[in-house]
């Protein structure tokens, strides 16, 4: 046999596992039963308006918030790691290394129970789901952040300089605005990231109104003994994901004719 006869011999069998794989599956799967526990109709019309109103509501306030918090913590961090000056970078250094090492659900148990616990107050709901997501997103952030700053020509800073521009003004207007639209891929990224991030925060408790989609979901389905809550949550996190995922393939692609 030729090479390409192999190959053909090899993509044909290929496809017939494939087929045999869905054949069996289409058989000897009790469909009935799947249908009433995963896909019940009756169970999923009783979920809106409030899964979106509520539930999504939430989901969306809270990226949002850890998002703005971690955009902005992040710069700092960033710039403190392109500092002259020794103990901020190592400041910046620790804190990155730290917060990207440690899993984002002990930030939270730390935030949301920990810290309360030790100084025995209570932040509002929105600043602890602010600090708890936030301060891990800031720590990835300062790393995409700093990598694109350092993407930018040298030859800008250098030109901004001898127009007279002092080194502060140089890189707020013409440095980090370039910088941040290469990284404008790998920062919606990280939005859906935080966004499947929230369903972290069932641990630090949760008010009916506070709901975000997974305890939305995972409520009902402990109240109904039925999965379809699930499958409902995961359609509305993925009309709002896929969306952002497709836009990052867009900008990859912008960006990759703009260089």
Do not use: C
Not at 92 to 102: H, K, N, S
Not at 217 to 222: I, V
């Amino acid at each position: 046999m030729t090479k390409r006869q192999k190959q053909r011999l090899v993509r044909g069998a290929l496809y017939l596992v494939f087929v045999a794989g869905v054949l069996a599956v289409g058989l000897l799967a009790d469909w009935e039963t799947t249908r009433r526990n995963f896909f019940n109709a009756a169970l999923a019309r009783e979920m809106f308006p409030d899964v979106l109103t509520i539930a999504a509501r939430n989901t969306l306030l809270y990226t949002f918030l850890a998002f703005s918090f971690g955009l902005a913590f992040g710069l700092l961090l960033a710039l403190m790691r392109l500092s002259s000056i020794r103990p901020y970078r190592w400041l910046a250094t620790v804190y990155i290394e730290t917060f990207r090492g440690l899993p984002a659900l002990l930030t939270i148990f730390l935030v949301g129970i920990g810290i309360p616990i030790a100084f025995g107050t209570r932040w509002p709901t929105l600043v602890t789901i602010t600090l708890g997501l936030g301060i891990v997103a800031a720590a990835y952030m300062a790393e995409t952040i700093r990598a694109g700053i350092e993407g930018v020509p040298k030859g800008q800073m250098e030109a901004a300089r001898s127009l007279g521009m002092s080194y502060t003004w140089a890189m707020i207007s013409i440095v980090i605005p370039q910088g941040f639209r290469i990284i404008i891929p790998p920062l919606t990224n990280e939005l859906v990231l935080l966004i499947k991030d929230t369903s972290l925060l069932f641990v630090i408790g949760t008010t009916p109104a506070t709901k975000e989609l997974l305890k939305f979901g995972r409520d009902l389905l402990n109240t109904h003994a039925n999965a379809t809550p699930l499958i409902v949550v995961g359609a509305v996190y993925l009309a709002i994901t896929v969306p952002l995922t497709q836009l990052v393939r867009v900008l990859e692609r912008r960006n990759a004719r703009s260089r």
